[in-house]
């Protein structure tokens, strides 16, 4: 399969076309940002590793019965995905309280939930990926009621299946980021990446941040951490 041209490049990745129709080219870049883009860096290695750590992600929930983009990993830096149209909605899963989360509701990081909840973003990097309800997503007119209801239960049920992954290797899934997309049929489909840099992370002794925190916070080395999280998940 060759890389063709460059179809869109965002914070963490490029997507190119292919001489297949309805499959692109994925290449993790070693860009991390935060805060919508206001803090950046270029941090070696870090491409490789979430390439890696979103391979062994999506393979597992395939085997869990989740369907993803995700076709093969191709090489260190490459993966094959299905081509699928972005629901501009970032489903948010949460089982304790960490992030904007805390801040918003005032709850100290750390305190388990009572329930696992669920949160849409609208996509929009111009207006900061605000906080948005299902009236919300409705006047905006970006997903069907039916597509909602189906990005509700698809993130409940990848937290389902990735609590126990994580939980055996001694690693907390605090929160969590998924985006999904419209296949050719108009079948919503897990998209995007799933890795340090979308899920809150911690050590289940330690509660130290194994995801992109060490960075937003300036907690030490990023590659570390993610390293760390590829080992336990049995990568290399
Ligand atoms: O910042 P916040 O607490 O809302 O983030 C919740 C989860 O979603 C975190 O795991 C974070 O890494 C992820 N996230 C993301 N991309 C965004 C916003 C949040 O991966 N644009």
Request: charged content about 30%; aromatic content about 8%; overall charge negative.
């Amino acid at each position: 399969m060759n890389k063709g041209q460059l179809l869109y490049e965002g914070k963490a990745k490029r997507l190119y076309q292919t001489e297949q129709d309805d499959i692109l080219f994925v290449e993790y870049k070693n860009s991390a940002t935060a805060f919508n883009g206001e803090k950046k860096a270029e941090i070696d290695g870090k491409g490789v590793l979430n390439n890696q750590i979103t391979t062994l992600i999506f393979e597992k929930l395939k085997t869990n019965g989740i369907d993803s983009h995700f076709v093969e990993r191709i090489s260190e830096h490459e993966q094959l995905v299905r081509k699928v149209d972005i629901i501009p909605i970032e489903v948010v899963v949460r089982n304790i309280a960490a992030g904007s989360l805390a801040k918003r509701l005032g709850v100290e990081e750390g305190t388990p939930l009572k329930r696992t909840i669920v949160e849409f973003y609208y996509k929009d990097d111009s207006l900061g990926d605000p906080f948005i309800n299902n009236d919300h997503i409705d006047i905006l007119g970006i997903a069907t009621k039916e597509e909602v209801e189906a990005l509700y239960k698809l993130g409940l049920k990848v937290n389902t299946v990735l609590q126990p992954i994580f939980e055996e290797v001694g690693v907390t899934l605090v929160d969590f980021k998924l985006e999904f997309g419209r296949d050719k049929d108009g079948n919503v489909l897990l998209a995007d990446e799933i890795s340090p840099d979308t899920c809150r992370l911690w050590d289940a002794e330690t509660k130290q941040k194994l995801d992109k925190d060490v960075f937003r916070r300036d907690l030490g080395s990023l590659i570390d951490v993610y390293k760390i999280i590829l080992a336990r998940l049995g990568g290399k």
